[in-house]
């Protein structure tokens, strides 16, 4: 048999939360001073398509956003989840886990979401 128990993982939100400002903080670090200076954000989108290997990676996360997006419209539509098209926004810039970290927690307060724990048997 099994009891239907409140899920609650604060490590979990956490550890995604330090994720999300690793990468941010990289990002500012590394990708804004040369966005300033050369200013060309078609280019410097267009660089992650350079060779297979950076393509393979840009579609990678072209696709992360694209599930993002998915995930997005179904809850909107299932769970009635509001709020959802800032982390597309922040998915974008500056970046796409930041995007799904945010979402992960704009949806928090929003979804019920339960674990299922199995009894013991006697």
Same mark, same amino acid.
């Given at each position: ?9 604060? $490590?979990?939100?956490? $550890? ?7 990468? +941010? ?29 950076? +393509?393979?990676?840009? &579609?990678?996360? @072209?696709?992360?956003? &694209? ?10 539509? /299932? ?7 800032? /982390?597309? @926004? @922040? ?8 995007? &799904?970290?945010?979402? +992960? ?18």
């Amino acid at each position: 048999m099994s009891k239907l128990k409140q899920y609650k993982a604060p $490590f979990y939100y956490s $550890f995604i939360v330090v994720i999300a400002a690793l990468f +941010t903080a990289y990002f500012v670090m590394v990708i804004v001073p040369e966005l300033l200076a050369d200013q060309d954000i078609i280019a410097a989108f267009l660089a992650g398509f350079v060779n297979p290997y950076s +393509t393979g990676y840009s &579609l990678d996360v @072209i696709a992360c956003w &694209l599930f993002l997006l998915a995930w997005v419209l179904h809850e909107r539509r /299932a769970f009635k989840v509001q709020h959802g098209w800032l /982390a597309l @926004i @922040i998915g974008i810039v500056p970046g796409v886990i930041v995007g &799904l970290v945010a979402y +992960t927690i704009i949806r928090l307060g929003q979804v019920q979401v339960r674990a299922v724990v199995d009894q013991p048997k006697k």
